[in-house]
């Protein structure tokens, strides 16, 4: 068994904790970085079933999400898998924008035509989190589309509806701190593994064991090791809920 996505190797850990770890084979060392990188998914929700391959680039097929309409009367559409990928053209690589509303299923043109150029109607936030789609578009006339004239996408502002999105997101190498992260996260493994009982003093003569105090140090009501706090410093622009 290998490491899954490649957050962080066992060359890393050891380099940053200044020591080998000769006694672990590598199938042990790799269930300790697997198990990191699953924290790091669901921590930042970066774990959709939508979703295979955690934070790194991946194409995205109908990704449901709730419509919004600013106050403008633009369509905004927050992703699951950020950052949005670009072509070389600077376009968003959306290839579908479809409006859901009850049984209404209407795709929304997202080019102007053109081909190899810069030809997007979309925009995207500077964060690459968020597609926008302008208020100057209108949905496209349909026949058996009810009513049959077109719409401005403001009057969809009080309403509850759906949008599919299909786009490639993600990025294309693991950023650094999420390294660091995974890093934190097996030494406390290795920790618990080496020290599963928190012994901070050994004495041979007379045998004299002491123990960290039974009290533990709590964030947001949960108990939490040092290293699982600084992996989730590390990971906090990368949570879902504070975009």
Wanted: hydrophobic letters at 35%.
């Amino acid at each position: 068994m290998a490491s899954k996505l490649g957050y962080t190797t066992r060359a890393n850990i050891e380099n940053f904790l200044h020591r080998t770890f000769t006694e672990a084979s590598d199938t042990e060392f790799d269930g300790y970085i697997n198990s990191a990188e699953k924290y790091i998914n669901n921590y930042t929700g970066y774990n959709a079933q939508t979703t295979t391959s955690g934070m790194l680039t991946e194409t995205i097929t109908r990704e449901k999400t709730s419509g919004k309409i600013d106050p403008d009367g633009n369509l905004v559409i927050d992703v699951m898998k950020p950052p949005i990928n670009f072509d070389a053209n600077n376009n968003p690589l959306v290839t579908l924008v479809e409006y859901n509303f009850g049984g209404i299923r209407v795709p929304l043109q997202i080019t102007d035509g053109t081909t190899n150029a810069l030809n997007t109607l979309l925009e995207v936030s500077e964060n690459r989190k968020k597609i926008v789609y302008p208020s100057i578009y209108f949905l496209p006339y349909l026949p058996t589309v009810t009513p049959t004239k077109k719409m401005n996408l403001f009057s969809l502002k009080d309403l509850k509806f759906w949008v599919d999105v299909s786009y490639t997101g993600g990025y294309s190498s693991v950023p650094d701190d999420v390294t660091q992260a995974a890093n934190y996260l097996v030494t406390e493994m290795i920790v618990q593994r080496d020290n599963p009982n928190n012994a901070v003093r050994v004495r041979q003569g007379a045998y004299d064991i002491q123990y960290m105090p039974s009290s533990q140090r709590f964030v947001k009501g949960q108990p939490i090791s040092r290293n699982i706090e600084l992996a989730n410093a590390l990971l906090q622009p990368y949570v879902r809920y504070t975009w």
